[in-house]
């Protein structure tokens, strides 16, 4: 993520692929703005667009709900990939393959690891994966991630761990947008992220967005994302303390790759 260059490109995908459930192009967008493409679902009494601390029952409890019923439209070998993204272990590592590739699949050389990605993108893409209206994610990134070296970078040189605010000066100024190029990783609710990770967008998707549930609060986005970040004076990025950490918050949009190609 930059000013205007990207950071993090995700990767584009490629022909159909038949699963369980139907055929869904692995090309599909990101989301569809129009209310009849959205798989109809009853009203659930755990949902809400945007969980707070005090709805961590609600949240846990609607993305378990979300997990079982993707997991329904799966076949059983795709079952036990879904278990596997749960454990991030394997998706760790095609992802670092993707970003080697600069998020492009296509010049993955291992075919074998190119058809992985594109399966789990499109097994991300399922109808019943998309949401049914607006709704708030928390996505974090680490300083490799922002374009510095290691996280030493944006600390202050005293060894007080603390945010250095010239050093981050471009981040919490002139960042505008961003594409991602991998297949990211996010939570319905604020948390202080891993180590290393000191940047934390709120993620407002729009209605019909393709989101995969893990079952415990965990979401996984398909490709073709970009963010817009937003520029009013009241959602300007700031730093802010999560659980005795400090962290750089964002307010930000999902938008298509395209949206932001085009303004670059």
């Given at each position: 993520m930059?000013?205007?260059?990207?950071?993090?490109?995700?990767?584009?995908?490629?022909?159909?692929?038949?699963?369980?459930g139907?055929?869904?192009?692995?090309?599909?967008?990101?989301?569809?703005?129009?209310?009849h493409?959205?798989?109809?679902r009853?009203?659930?009494?755990?949902?809400?667009?945007?969980?707070?601390?005090?709805?961590?029952?609600?949240?846990?409890?609607?993305?378990?709900?979300r997990?079982?019923?993707?997991?329904?439209t799966?076949?059983?070998?795709h079952?036990?990939?879904?278990?596997?993204?749960?454990?991030?272990?394997?998706?760790?590592?095609?992802?670092?393959?993707?970003?080697?590739?600069?998020?492009?699949?296509?010049?993955?050389?291992?075919?074998?690891?190119?058809q992985?990605?594109?399966?789990i993108?499109?097994?991300?893409?399922?109808?019943?994966?998309r949401?049914?209206?607006?709704?708030?994610?928390?996505?974090h990134?680490?300083?490799?991630?922002?374009?510095?070296?290691?996280?030493?970078?944006?600390?202050?040189?005293?060894?007080?761990?603390?945010?250095?605010?010239?050093?981050?000066?471009?981040?919490?100024?002139y960042?505008?947008?961003?594409?991602?190029r991998?297949?990211?990783?996010?939570?319905?609710?604020?948390?202080?992220?891993d180590?290393?990770?000191?940047?934390?967008?709120?993620?407002?998707?729009?209605?019909?967005?393709?989101?995969?549930?893990?079952?415990?609060?965990?979401?996984?986005?398909?490709?073709?994302?970009?963010?817009?970040?937003?520029?009013?004076?009241?959602?300007?990025?700031?730093?802010?303390?999560?659980?005795?950490?400090?962290i750089?918050?964002?307010?930000?949009?999902?938008?298509?790759?395209?949206?932001?190609?085009?303004?670059?």
């Amino acid at each position: 993520m930059s000013k205007k260059r990207t950071k993090k490109l995700l990767a584009l995908t490629s022909p159909p692929l038949i699963i369980s459930g139907g055929l869904v192009s692995a090309n599909t967008h990101i989301y569809a703005a129009e209310d009849h493409y959205i798989e109809k679902r009853s009203p659930n009494i755990n949902f809400k667009p945007h969980y707070e601390p005090r709805d961590k029952v609600k949240a846990e409890a609607y993305s378990k709900e979300r997990y079982s019923e993707w997991r329904k439209t799966l076949q059983l070998s795709h079952q036990k990939e879904l278990e596997e993204f749960q454990k991030k272990i394997n998706l760790q590592y095609l992802n670092k393959k993707l970003e080697l590739a600069r998020g492009n699949i296509e010049n993955i050389k291992d075919s074998t690891l190119k058809q992985q990605l594109k399966q789990i993108d499109t097994m991300i893409k399922q109808p019943v994966n998309r949401t049914k209206e607006k709704q708030i994610i928390y996505t974090h990134f680490t300083a490799e991630e922002l374009g510095f070296i290691n996280e030493s970078q944006m600390k202050k040189d005293d060894g007080s761990q603390q945010l250095d605010e010239n050093k981050i000066e471009n981040v919490l100024r002139y960042y505008e947008y961003g594409i991602l190029r991998d297949l990211k990783f996010g939570n319905l609710m604020m948390k202080k992220g891993d180590k290393g990770q000191h940047f934390v967008v709120k993620l407002e998707l729009p209605s019909g967005t393709y989101l995969g549930h893990l079952g415990d609060g965990q979401v996984i986005l398909p490709s073709e994302c970009a963010i817009e970040i937003a520029n009013k004076q009241a959602d300007k990025p700031k730093i802010i303390i999560v659980d005795g950490k400090q962290i750089i918050k964002v307010n930000a949009k999902l938008v298509q790759k395209a949206e932001i190609q085009e303004k670059m």
